[in-house]
């Protein structure tokens, strides 16, 4: 439609599956959405997994990255034992008051990910999985989250990053306006 452009791939054979989102303008990419596995992905494999009693992705994959990238920001990242990474999540007790907290833990323990401006290509913070908790009218949620944690070790969650950014660019097209609006 016009100029915007959306396409959605997906890839697979014995070893690898991939999946790719992205929605363009001409050639810039507005967002974009990739995640890849590698492993034995044959039927046969996938079959067995599904029909062993303590089968489960553990038995299949051995290796994943995700990409996500809006605009020129992006978020990358990959395993770096997934086997380890499946077997110490499933292990966590969900009625353990603490489950949450250990899940973060187990997400940072084994998922390397980093934020960075794609055009420049360069890295302006790390990735880390922490506890948010919030609030609607009804109720009380809880869940693991991704923040970034920027050079100068501040701590910020996607949404204060991305509020922030625009605050400060609203700020600046006011100041522009009133120093050359007269």
């Excluded at 596995?37 to 994959?61: H, M, R, W, Y």
């Excluded at 960075?116 to 908790?133: I, S």
């Excluded at 600046?172 to 009133?178: A, C, L, P, V």
Aim: proline share 1%; net charge negative.
């Amino acid at each position: 439609i016009d100029k915007y452009n959306w396409k959605f791939e997906f890839a697979n054979d014995a070893e690898d599956a991939s999946v790719k989102y992205s929605v363009k303008y001409g050639t810039e990419v507005l967002m974009q959405i990739e995640a890849a596995a590698a492993g034995t992905l044959t039927a046969t494999a996938i079959e067995n997994s599904l029909g062993s009693k303590d089968g489960g992705p553990q038995d299949i994959f051995n290796s994943g990255a995700v990409y996500f990238q809006v605009m020129n920001i992006a978020m990358v990242g990959g395993f770096k034992d997934f086997q380890a990474f499946y077997e110490e999540g499933s292990a966590l007790d969900e009625e353990d008051e603490n489950y949450y907290q250990n899940e973060a833990d187990v997400w940072n323990k084994y998922l390397v990910m980093y934020a960075y401006f794609v055009k420049e290509k360069k890295k302006f913070a790390d990735v880390e999985f922490y506890v948010n908790t919030y609030s609607d009218d009804y109720d009380t949620y809880t869940e693991v989250a991704p923040r970034l944690v920027l050079s100068d070790g501040s701590k910020q969650t996607i949404e204060e990053f991305f509020t922030t950014g625009f605050e400060d660019l609203i700020a600046e097209i006011q100041s522009y306006q009133t120093e050359y609006g007269k």
